[in-house]
Each structure stands twice: as C-alpha cells, then as structure tokens.
C-alpha cells in the first residue's frame, strides 16, 4: 500500500472516531432535552458513522493494486462507497421528517435547552473542522470517497446550525413546534445532499469525462504539437476514482519508423501526465496517409479543432473515391 493509500485510511479513521464522538454528544442533548431535532442531528451522526466505515472499506479495496482479475484496479469501490452514504442519507431524512410530523401531532415540551445548544455547538465545532480537512484531502488526492465523507460531516453541520435555530426558537417562543418545524426544513435539505451524492456516484460509474479544466489542459497540449504530418483525434477521457484514463489516435506519416512514433508517443504522454497528475495515457499510433485512419471517430470522442480536425486532402479524395 502506498503512502497516498494509507494517508487516506487514516482519515477516513479520523472520519469514524469524529461520527462516534458526536453521537455520543448528541444523544446526550436528545436524553437531556427531548428535542427532536436534536434527536434528528444525532440521527444523521449515526449515519455518518455507518458511511465513515465504508468509506475505510471502499479506501482499503480501492487502495488494492491491478491483478488479473481487475486489470484496470479497483478505483470505482469509491463510487460504491459514495452511492451507499448517499443512500444512508436517504434512510436517514425519512426517519427525521417522520420524527419531526410526530411530534407536530403530539407536542412534548423542551427541557434544559441551555445544555442542549452547547453540547451542539461543540459537535458542530468538530465537525465543520473534520469535514473541511476531509474535503480538502479528498480534492487534494482526487478522492471522492473523502469528499463525500467531507460533504457529509458538512451537511450536519448545517443540520446542528438548524437545531441551534430550532431550540433557540422554542427558548424565545415557548413553542415547541418550532423544533418541530426546523426539523422538516433540515430533513428536506438532508434529502438534496443525499441525490447530489448519489447523483455524483453514478455518473463516475458511468466513465464520466474529465473535468472541463482538464480535458482543455489535453486539447491545448496535442493542439501545440500538432502540424501538417503530425495529427490527433479520437480523444477520450474517463476518471475512475483517484485514477484518470485519455486515450486518442496520433497520425503520423507511414514512412516513419516504429522506433520514432513510439518515442514521440511517450514524450506526448509524459508531458500531459505531467501537467495532469494520475493521469494515465494511452495513445494509438496510425499511419496519415491511410483513409481507414479516419474511419474510427464515434461521436463520444472530443473535438480537438485546428489543425487536428482538418483532414487531409489525399485523404479526403480517397475517402470520396471510395464512396
């Protein structure tokens, strides 16, 4: 396991020890104060809890090297972890929105409110500061396992600043149902983190492209290399996980040698591994002069322009003659 792997099991070990701490408190304030949505901010603790271990389970398989079985690694077990937290979420704002109805329908007075908003906002404190660091690791190393841990712990953030809301009323008020309120409103926003995580993790199961930023750091570099005898097309991008993949076809005069394209091919290659870390690039070399050469370009390649899309004309006389 490299560096990289084991820097991340430990904060998704940090993630669960965070998730333990606060349920602990916060089931703690629900004991004390019988808020319910207190009780939902402790709900939505658990299922941090419950996505933190996958997401340790989802990082120790994805951190498993290539074997024959999985040639290109197991990078998407991250995607799996992201869609499972999404789904938690889910479960989670069903139980708070019921909760919350509830308690409309049979008020229950607020007790030690007081205690109540410290113990939240010192679960607050703990994870708006876990969930930033795990954001920033997980886009630092292009993980989106800890970025959806991260936007987890950040979306109970936002639940325990809305329990704040709801016991402060009820302190202010002496309405209990506007514990009752708040809670809805924070379990209609639980249900828009969990689509968006859902959302996320099956578009990088589908092969997603790369970013937008990336695939135009790609076209710039091939477009800077491309000239009469030198020509690219047929770019694809996909990112699996912390690994990215961009193959394309370069055309290149027949009368080249095997030795020359091969090292042109490479120097290409190191140079957009290079401005792209993980970036792993596959390119298929194929002779200029030939019209099956252009034969090959589905409609899920990306337009590169220039000089790189104009065809040659010996080409496009044959391709006509062919027709």
């Not at 950040?154 to 708040?182: K, R």
């Not at 120097?267 to 194929?286: F, M, R, W, Y």
Request: one cysteine or more; a negative charge.
């Amino acid at each position: 396991m490299n560096k990289q792997a084991q820097l991340l099991i430990r904060c998704a070990w940090l993630s669960i020890a965070t998730a333990i701490f606060t349920i602990a408190f916060k089931a703690s304030g629900y004991y004390l104060t019988a808020s319910v949505s207190l009780l939902s901010d402790a709900t939505e603790s658990l299922v941090n809890l419950v996505a933190a271990v996958v997401a340790l389970l989802a990082l120790k398989t994805a951190s498993k090297p290539a074997d024959k079985n999985f040639t290109y690694g197991r990078g998407k077990a991250e995607y799996f972890s992201a869609a499972i937290e999404g789904a938690l979420i889910f479960a989670a704002a069903a139980f708070i929105l019921f909760s919350a109805v509830s308690r409309i329908l049979h008020p229950q007075p607020l007790e030690e409110l007081g205690l109540g908003l410290i113990i939240v906002l010192i679960a607050t404190t703990i994870n708006a500061t876990v969930g930033i660091f795990l954001i920033h690791m997980g886009k630092t190393h292009r993980s989106p396992t800890l970025r959806a841990d991260g936007a987890h712990l950040l979306t109970d953030v936002v639940t325990s600043i809305g329990v704040i809301i709801g016991i402060g009323l009820v302190w202010l008020t002496g309405e209990p149902v506007a514990d009752s309120i708040v809670a809805i409103i924070l379990g209609l926003n639980i249900l828009w983190t969990g689509y968006v995580l859902v959302r996320d993790a099956l578009a990088g199961l589908m092969d997603a492209s790369l970013p937008e930023d990336y695939i135009r750091i790609v076209v710039e570099t091939l477009n800077s290399h491309a000239r009469t005898d030198l020509r690219f097309h047929g770019l694809q991008t996909r990112v699996s996980g912390r690994e990215s993949f961009c193959n394309f076809h370069m055309l290149v005069p027949g009368s080249m040698t095997v030795a020359d394209g091969h090292e042109l091919a490479e120097d290409i290659a190191e140079e957009l591994a290079e401005k792209i870390p993980g970036l792993s690039v596959h390119i298929h070399i194929e002779p200029l002069e030939d019209p099956r050469s252009y034969e090959d370009i589905p409609e899920g390649h990306i337009p590169l322009g220039g000089i790189t899309d104009a065809i040659p004309d010996v080409v496009v006389r044959a391709l006509t003659e062919k027709e």
